[in-house]
């Protein structure tokens, strides 16, 4: 019995070794030069509704690409949006870059922020068309980078977002979430041949997509990702993720906003890939940690069995931090543990109830009868 609670320990703790090492494997990787698309004229369509703090900054790089051609779209839910002047000021001082405001929601599906979209897709003059979330801040070869990555099996390409310069312990934890757990999840599976999407970052064939349904068809599950996961295999294409994430800044959050934010995504998750989502107690070291503190007592080496293993896990990410760039002070790291913590407790919660909340709005699963009522929501 204790050697199957040491080997099962062991295991665990290799498969996390493995997506580490596999992170730091991609940032040898050079990014492609061009994909066997070329270079073909793209449309940037952004989704924004509200305002947040580095609006100025990540709505600008837009502007900013090191692309040939590409025509830029943003989406707002109203004229009234707070978003709209800073918009307009934006477009205004970019008048070399063809750039387009819609405002108004069409609501095709229960999914807010693919209704904001529905006008901008319908405008697009272009074949291809790249969504991206307004709190990221696009580098200059993001265009380049995402067109690059397509190839002759792809149907979509994506990106997780990473986090950057955090301000106080939520903004570390939010970080820690998003690099630490998720980025590096998304990636090593991958790396692995089994790449899922996610929707800060989404590059479409627009043919192939209206042929899928469109913008409609994004909407069965809570999140645009899954859809847009389960629609591409589906098709017999794949996924595939650029060489490494793109930025996001994060700044100051609350406790509250970040258990919010995760709570919901994990909701995201219950309901897409059901079966992923039963086996997410063993995301973390919580249940490494209890084997081998186990495997320790019965063995009677607790001072030294599991002070190795948290130190092999831990000094493993930390490495990953800061080889690959990450925010690495001694809050992020103190923000480690507490994320673990708190992945247990987020999976339970999750079963409290089915529906989210997104930018003022509660979205039910598809198929529920429950209408989409405005609410309080904190924002992304």
């Known amino acids: 019995m204790t050697e199957a609670v040491i080997v099962l320990a062991a295991a665990l703790l290799a498969a996390h070794l493995l997506t580490v090492s596999l992170y730091?494997?991609?940032?040898?990787?050079?990014?492609?030069?061009?994909?066997?698309?070329?270079?073909?004229?793209?449309t940037l369509l952004r989704p924004v509704c509200g305002r947040e703090a580095f609006d100025r900054e990540t709505l600008a790089s837009s502007f900013e690409q090191d692309y040939p051609d590409y025509e830029v779209i943003f989406c707002a839910p109203s004229d009234d949006d707070p978003s709209v002047p800073l918009l307009r000021e934006l477009i205004a001082k970019h008048p070399n870059r063809p750039a387009r405001l819609f405002t108004g929601e069409r609501r095709v599906t229960h999914n807010p922020k693919l209704n904001n979209l529905w006008s901008g897709w319908q405008a697009a003059d272009t074949d291809w068309v790249c969504m991206a979330d307004s709190n990221l801040r696009l580098p200059?070869?993001?265009?380049?980078?995402?067109?690059?990555?397509?190839?002759?099996?792809?149907?979509?390409?994506s990106s997780p977002p990473i986090g950057e310069r955090p301000e106080g312990l939520a903004g570390s934890?939010?970080?820690?979430?998003?690099?630490?757990?998720?980025?590096?999840?998304?990636l090593a599976?991958?790396?692995?041949?089994?790449?899922?999407?996610?929707?800060?970052t989404l590059f479409w064939?627009?043919?192939?997509?209206?042929?899928?349904?469109?913008?409609?068809?994004?909407?069965r599950y809570l999140a645009e990702d899954v859809n847009a996961t389960r629609l591409v295999r589906a098709a017999g294409l794949k996924v595939r993720l650029t060489p490494l994430p793109f930025a996001q800044p994060i700044g100051r959050r609350s406790f509250r906003d970040v258990w919010n934010r995760?709570?919901?995504?994990?909701?995201?998750?219950?309901?897409?890939f059901p079966l992923l989502f039963a086996a997410e107690p063993f995301n973390g070291p919580m249940v490494p940690f209890a084997l081998a503190a186990i495997a320790a007592?019965?063995?009677?080496?607790?001072?030294v069995l599991l002070p190795a293993v948290a130190t092999i896990w831990y000094g493993a990410e930390i490495v990953l931090m800061r080889r690959a760039g990450w925010p690495s002070a001694w809050r992020d790291i103190l923000a480690l543990p507490l994320r673990d913590v708190l992945l247990p407790a987020l999976w339970l919660a999750?079963?409290?109830k089915r529906d989210i909340e997104w930018r003022g709005n509660a979205i039910s699963p598809h198929g529920s009868d429950e209408p989409m009522t405005p609410v309080l929501a904190d924002h992304d």
């Open 297 to 303: 007592a019965r063995l009677d080496m607790s001072i």
């Open 189 to 200: 599976s991958d790396s692995l041949g089994n790449g899922f999407a996610q929707g800060k």
């Open 173 to 186: 934890l939010e970080c820690a979430f998003l690099n630490g757990n998720q980025a590096r999840l998304q």
């Open 350 to 352: 999750t079963f409290l």
């Open 24 to 42: 730091l494997f991609r940032l040898r990787r050079q990014t492609p030069q061009e994909g066997t698309i070329s270079t073909p004229r793209v």
């Open 205 to 219: 064939n627009r043919k192939m997509l209206n042929e899928a349904g469109g913008i409609e068809a994004l909407g």
């Open 262 to 272: 995760q709570l919901r995504w994990s909701r995201v998750r219950r309901d897409g």
């Open 140 to 157: 200059a070869d993001y265009l380049a980078t995402v067109v690059a990555s397509w190839d002759e099996e792809t149907g979509l390409v």
